[in-house]
Every structure is written in structure tokens, then in C-alpha cells.
């Protein structure tokens, strides 16, 4: 049985678009991504499945149970992040904040708070009013996890974390992922869906463009290359190669996009003199524009 | 319930001191002031228009009690208190709304009615701390003074706010049930208790108004702290509010939370 089902899930407001018509499955032990830009619907998306909106039309449902319905006994096996974190006055410490939900959930003591808290380096004494932004956030990280939920739902969770934190809130998600947990991870970072991720759903303008592997997402567009030779290359033997499109020669670099297999590509490379190369990956914007302007991506 | 219920005492703990400070202190001025001016306010109010004093309830002030009734109880605190309640509720549920702390508590697996509940008993519960601590400050002041102010008729004025107090709670936690904002709930629910004053001391003026007193809360709150509490009036107050709070609470569970 899927830990989250939605069908046809609508959310319209007075004054702007919600979401429309999202059909999706989140797998049990699954790690989604939920990508999309800024005001795609992400954020919507979930506060649906949370019982903090309620859909126009359709339905969603979580371990089984209807999101309206059961809502309190589905948030009892879930844990939620949402992108900015804060609770209570400003006086209030990430400890009695932890206490707080504890008590809310039935938890004896704070669970696995405070070895959580050693890994993330949150401050438990400090009142949240004197946090940062990222400091918060480990915080609220902390009161998502501390059950050790069944499902977790992380809302740009990264936001306002430094890079090393970030990379530890990656890895967590692995372990997770590793026990069996599910999680549904919104996410405007394309990078960050790809390292932790099984699926990936693009949303934009509220619709469910698609969800399919984030590899095979990667795959299905281009990848930026640059490839800087000792000697002048001819651009004309690189713009005869399968997938290669918008060549451009500068300063002694080739500058190219390529779709699908590489090999090619590096065989050619191979008979100069490489100095360097780069392959980056789209940005999100970018494997949108794929979906938009292909038609065999979009099926 | 009990979880939430402590947290939102403790959370408020410095505004109550201050509040019951404030109330108390004021309280016990009056009481010290007293026998200072018991003569020459009573000659005062004799000069005033019978219709005046019957509007306001004051007709003589010839002891602590009356002088009480007409300074504290008959305007300052019941105001003092209503706007105290609904700013409370209008805090703890939209203006923690607005802040994005409800995203966060119910995530967890609390109701809306229980979000609810918890505050309206918070409510409730400062009330009557702030009521008990600014009775137990004006005794004080009574004693330190001389007023020979009566504490029974006292504990009355004061404990007799306490439902109109829970009625404007239950105003501010209908109007919650449908904005999403704690300034309207604030502004809109502030706005009917001052109507409801209104229309209560004109329909003590006139006629054609008076057969409408019954739309006002301050048509059942009486004069306590000079006749004594009236039992049917304070539970029938009491009941108005918690019933307003139960249709609000119906009402949040059916609206969206603004994110």
C-alpha cells in the first residue's frame, strides 16, 4: 500500500491558484522530491495532505486514511519541517519546545532529541528567539524527527542551513531511506533531489507536469559541457555528434549542450589534448524547458 | 488537552502578572483614595441628573463598595477584562497563525477543537487569577486605608466580570472561526462589546431602545459588587460564551489555515 495517495487533489483560493488535478503515489520506504520553482504549488501540496487546507475537490490519502477524516490519527505517524521554522514566544527553548510535542505525541522523555541534537549541533537551551534562521531550523528539524515517524515531510528544508548541515540533513535522509522510512522532500534544488531521491515529481503553475525517476529526468536533459583544448579544435567534428546542439567556440574552450549518451562525446575529446572539462547539470528552470518544448519527454 | 492548556499559562505568565498588577493596583488606589473623598463625591453625584446616575447604575455612593461599583466596575474593569480575553484568543489561534506556529502544532496529531478547548481554558483561567490576585490587592488597600471595604460584596464585583469577560472570549473565538486574521478578530469582537455597551446604556436612557437591551451582554451584568451576583445571569452569560466558542470552533475546523 502507497504511504501517500492523492487523486485529482485540487486546492483553489479566492485570489490565486492552488493546486490542480495532482494524481500521484508516494511508495512506502520511498524518498519523493516534490520539485518545482517558487509558487509552483509545493507548498500547497502539502499543507493539503496535512489537513491545513482543505482540497476543493478530489482526495488524498495517507497510510491508508482519508486526509480529512483522519487527519489527527495520520499526523500522529507523521513528522512535518516546513521551509521556516519557529514556535512559541521567543523565550522558549528548543527543549521545552521538544517537550511540548512530546507530550503532544504520548513520547516519554524526547526520543532520539538529543543525539539528534549532537549530530545537527542545535542548541536545546537557547531560547528560539535568539536563533538564527538555520539554528531554527535544526530545531524544528529535530521536533520532525524525534518520534521517529513513519513519514516525513520536509518543506525546503535546507533553507537556512550552512553547507556542512546541509550535506548532514542528506545524509540523514539516506539513513532514512536505508530503514525504510518515506519521505516527501519539496525542493526547488534539483542537485539535492538527485543525490537522495527515488522519484521526483515536477510540479508547476499547480499541475503534476510529471514523476518519474530523477535519474532518468537528469538523463532525459542536457547537460551543459565545456571543453577547453590545448590546440585549436575544429567545432564542426563535436556539432556532428548525436546530441549535441548550440556549439559555440571561445577562447580556445568548446561550449556545447548534449542529451543522452556521452561516449561519444569523450571519444572525440580524446584525440586532442584535453585541459580541462566541465559537464553541469540543467537547472531546474531548464529541465522544465525540457518538459515544455519536448513532446517525447512530456508522454 | 492539559499539555497545551500549561503551555499557553506559562507562555503568558509575564502579561498576567502585569494585567492582575495593573487591575490590583488600581483596586487598592481606590480603596486608599476613599476615605479621603467619601464625603464630597457623594454631595458630587447629588448634583448629577437622576437619568445619568440610572444609566450607569449609580445612585448613591455612600461606601466602598458603591464607590467601587461606579469606578471599577461599572466601566474600566469589564472592558479591561473583555479586551484582555479576545486579545488573547485572537493571539493564541490567528495571531499564531499568522506567525506560522499552527503550521507547526498541527502537524502534530492535535485537533482543532482541542487547540480550541486549551485556549478557552487558558482564558478562563488567567481571568479568574487576575480577578483573584486584583480582589485580594484592593482588600489590601482597604485595610491599609481604613475603607471598611465589605470583601464579600468585593470577591462579587470582581468574580462577576468573569462571565462577561468569557462572553467576549467566545465573541473573539466565533470571529476566529471565520477570519483569518487576529486584527480583524481583535478590532471586530472589540467593536461588538462596545456596541453592546452602547446599546445597553441607551436603552436605560430610552424607551424605544429599551425593549433591544437584550441583545447586550451588559444588560445581564448587574451591579455585584452592591447587590450581589446574580446566578442566573452569570451562568447564562457563561453558557452565551462557551456556546459562541463551540460555533467557532466548528467553524475553524472547516476553514483553511492562511499560510
Not at chain 2, 495593573?22 to 437619568?51: C, K, N, R
Not at chain 2, 447604575?57 to 461606579?70: D, K, P, V, W
Not at chain 2, 462572553?167 to 473565538?173: E, K, L, S
Amino acid at each position: 500500500m502507497p504511504t501517500i495517495e492523492t487523486e485529482r487533489l485540487t486546492k483553489r483560493y479566492d485570489n490565486h491558484r492552488g493546486i490542480e488535478d495532482v494524481t500521484a503515489t508516494v511508495e512506502t520506504g520511498e524518498v519523493f522530491g516534490l520539485l518545482g520553482p517558487n509558487g509552483a504549488g509545493k507548498t500547497t501540496l502539502i499543507r493539503t495532505l496535512l489537513d491545513l487546507l482543505h482540497p476543493t475537490s478530489g482526495s488524498a490519502r495517507l497510510f491508508g486514511l482519508d486526509s480529512r477524516r483522519d487527519s489527527v490519527a495520520i499526523r500522529a505517524r507523521l513528522g512535518n519541517l516546513p521551509g521556516d521554522f519557529s514556535y512559541g514566544p521567543p523565550s522558549l527553548t528548543g527543549r521545552e519546545i521538544l517537550t511540548l510535542f512530546a507530550q503532544l505525541r504520548g513520547v516519554r522523555g524526547l526520543g532520539n532529541a538529543e543525539q539528534l541534537a549532537g549530530r545537527f549541533r542545535a542548541d536545546l537551551d537557547r531560547p528560539i528567539g535568539q536563533l538564527s534562521r538555520g539554528n531554527r531550523q535544526k530545531i524544528g528539524l529535530l521536533q520532525a524527527l524525534f518520534h521517529d515517524p513513519e513519514l516525513l515531510i520536509f518543506d525546503e528544508p535546507t533553507s537556512g542551513l550552512d553547507p556542512l548541515m546541509q550535506e548532514e540533513f542528506l545524509a540523514l535522509v539516506t539513513e532514512l531511506r536505508e530503514r525504510g522510512k518515506t519521505v516527501l522532500l519539496s525542493s526547488h534544488d534539483l542537485d539535492e533531489a538527485e543525490r537522495v531521491c527515488n522519484r521526483v515529481g515536477l510540479i508547476r503553475d499547480g499541475r503534476l507536469i510529471t514523476v518519474e525517476r530523477v535519474a532518468d529526468m537528469v538523463g532525459r536533459s542536457y547537460r551543459h559541457v565545456t571543453l577547453a583544448f590545448a590546440e585549436p579544435v575544429d567545432a564542426a567534428e563535436f556539432a556532428a555528434l548525436p546530441g549535441v546542439s548550440d556549439v559555440a567556440s571561445k577562447d580556445g574552450q568548446l561550449i556545447f549542450k548534449a542529451t543522452g549518451d556521452l561516449d561519444p562525446i569523450v571519444k572525440a575529446a580524446a584525440r586532442h589534448a584535453v585541459r580541462d572539462m566541465q559537464l553541469t547539470h540543467p537547472t531546474l528552470e531548464e529541465v522544465f524547458l525540457t518538459y515544455y518544448t519536448d513532446p517525447e519527454a512530456r508522454r | 488537552m492539559s499539555a497545551l492548556l500549561r503551555r499557553g499559562l506559562l507562555d503568558r505568565h509575564r502579561a498576567l502578572i502585569v494585567w492582575a498588577l495593573s487591575i490590583g493596583l488600581t483596586g487598592a488606589f481606590f480603596m486608599l483614595v476613599w476615605p479621603s473623598i467619601d464625603d464630597s463625591i457623594s454631595q458630587a453625584l447629588d448634583s448629577y441628573p437622576e437619568s445619568v446616575k440610572e444609566a450607569f447604575g449609580i445612585t448613591t455612593l455612600s461606601n466602598a463598595e458603591q464607590y467601587l461599583n461606579a469606578e471599577l466596575f461599572s466601566f474600566i474593569l469589564p472592558f479591561a477584562l473583555a479586551i484582555f480575553a479576545l486579545r488573547t484568543v485572537a493571539s493564541a489561534i490567528d495571531g499564531a497563525q499568522e506567525r506560522g506556529h499552527l503550521d507547526v502544532l498541527l502537524s502534530a496529531p492535535v485537533s482543532r477543537r482541542r487547540l480550541v478547548a486549551a485556549t478557552f481554558a487558558a482564558v478562563a483561567i488567567e481571568l479568574a487569577i487576575i480577578l483573584l490576585a486584583s480582589w485580594a490587592l484592593t482588600c489590601l488597600g482597604s485595610l491599609v486605608a481604613g475603607a471598611d471595604l465589605d470583601a464579600g460584596l468585593a470577591a462579587a464585583g470582581y468574580a462577576n466580570v468573569w462571565p462577561l469577560a468569557i462572553f467576549a472570549a467566545g465573541i473573539a473565538m466565533l470571529v476566529t472561526g471565520v477570519s483569518q486574521h487576529a486584527g480583524a478578530v481583535t478590532g471586530v469582537a472589540a467593536g461588538a462589546i462596545v456596541a453592546m455597551y452602547v446599546l445597553d446604556l441607551l436603552g436605560r436612557l430610552s424607551d424605544s431602545i429599551e425593549p433591544f437591551r437584550w441583545l447586550s451582554a451588559f444588560r445581564y451584568y448587574g451591579t455585584a459588587a452592591v447587590d450581589g451576583i446574580d446566578p442566573l445571569a452569570f451562568a447564562g452569560l457563561t453558557a452565551a460564551g462557551l456556546l459562541l466558542a463551540a460555533i467557532g470552533a466548528l467553524l475553524f475546523e472547516r476553514r483553511d489555515l492562511a499560510g
